[in-house]
């Protein structure tokens, strides 16, 4: 009988394996069209201070696709990592974003937005001559180079931290700055706050959902906006949801909240319409 139970379990592990691996197969096929055809978009969700002002932004890639319909970032990020066509969508990204920056001047110079962010995926970081490449699209599009930040995850700096540190340094020098993004949920440990040259980190949404009651969670972040500040980072939080989880966030410091309370991912012209509208 366990036998039987186990053979079943093996059956459909199998079965979700194959309806993966078919998903993922028709994923990177409409990909390699969706990049050729441009039917990726951008979408940008305003980070605000703790007095609700608008400070930053971050771009989120969307796809809608003929047959597979909207598919999420979580869903096709992976596949475009491991076919390497994350390459030339990372460099579509970061294009479309220094297009809207160069159009968008007057945001930066009149201190509405200090920056927008974008995310760099590890086998985008780990191309050869990535720094030439993020230099000359910047210089393309002539814009100050702080008003572009880069979002990297904990994996990233993980695979080869010295390696990691020099190309973080080599962009550091042209002013353009790193952020942590995810912060907390990967395996590494705090030490990697103090080792990189970072900017600032960004407090994963796993440790804000529903801060004001979980006595652990409040520990956790409040560990690292102490070592954050020690090591003289700037701490922004993703996910808050709620007036409780915002309340708690109101005196602790943090220079960016990011969250479905305040704005969700704004498409394009939505996103330079609210900005625009800020005295
Ligand atoms: P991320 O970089 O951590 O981006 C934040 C994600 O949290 C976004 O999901 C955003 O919509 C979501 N979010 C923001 N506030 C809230 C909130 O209050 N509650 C909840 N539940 N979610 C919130 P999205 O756009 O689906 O992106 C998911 C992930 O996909 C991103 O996580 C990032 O890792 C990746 N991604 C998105 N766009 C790009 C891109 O252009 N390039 C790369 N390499 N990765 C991207
Ligand atoms: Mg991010
Ligand atoms: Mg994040
Ligand atoms: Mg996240």
Redesign the pocket.
């Known amino acids: 009988k366990i036998k039987h139970t186990s053979r079943n379990g093996y059956m459909f592990y199998r079965q979700e394996l194959q309806v993966m691996s078919a998903f993922r197969s028709s994923v990177e096929q409409r990909l390699h069209i969706a990049l050729r055809e441009q039917l990726f978009s ?2 940008f ?1 305003p980070l605000v201070d703790v007095d609700g002002k608008v400070v930053a932004a ?5 796809w809608h696709d003929e047959t597979l319909g909207w598919v ?3 869903d096709f ?1 992976p596949v ?2 491991e076919s390497g066509l ?1 390459v030339d ?2 460099l579509w ?1 970061l294009r479309h974003t220094c297009e809207l920056i160069a159009q968008n001047r007057d945001w930066f110079d009149r201190g509405k937005l200090r920056y927008i962010s ?4 590890p086998r ?1 970081f780990s191309q050869a001559h990535f720094v030439e490449q993020i230099l000359a699209v910047i210089d393309e599009y002539n814009i100050s180079h702080s008003y572009l930040l880069l ?1 990297i ?1 904990e994996g990233v700096a993980m695979e080869n931290i010295t390696t990691a540190i020099s190309i973080m340094n080599a962009l550091a020098a042209h002013n353009l700055h790193f952020m942590l ?2 912060f907390g949920s990967g395996y590494s440990s705090l030490s990697y706050l103090h080792k990189l040259p970072l900017k600032s980190v ?1 407090i ?2 796993s440790f ?2 529903k801060i004001d009651q979980s006595a652990d969670n409040q520990v956790i972040v409040e560990a690292i906006i102490y070592i954050s500040r020690h090591f003289s980072l700037e701490c922004v939080v ?4 709620t007036l409780e989880e915002r309340a708690y966030f109101s005196d602790k410091g943090v220079a960016a909240i ?4 305040f ?3 704004q498409p394009e012209s939505a996103f330079v319409a609210l900005i625009n509208a800020i005295h």
């Open positions: 951008l979408y969700q971050e771009a989120l890639i969307r999420g970032p979580q990020i475009a990592e994350i969508i990372g990204v974008v995310n760099i995926s985008q979002e995850t993004d995810d960004k994963d949404r804000v959902a993703e996910g808050v949801e990011q969250g479905f309370h704005f969700k991912p």
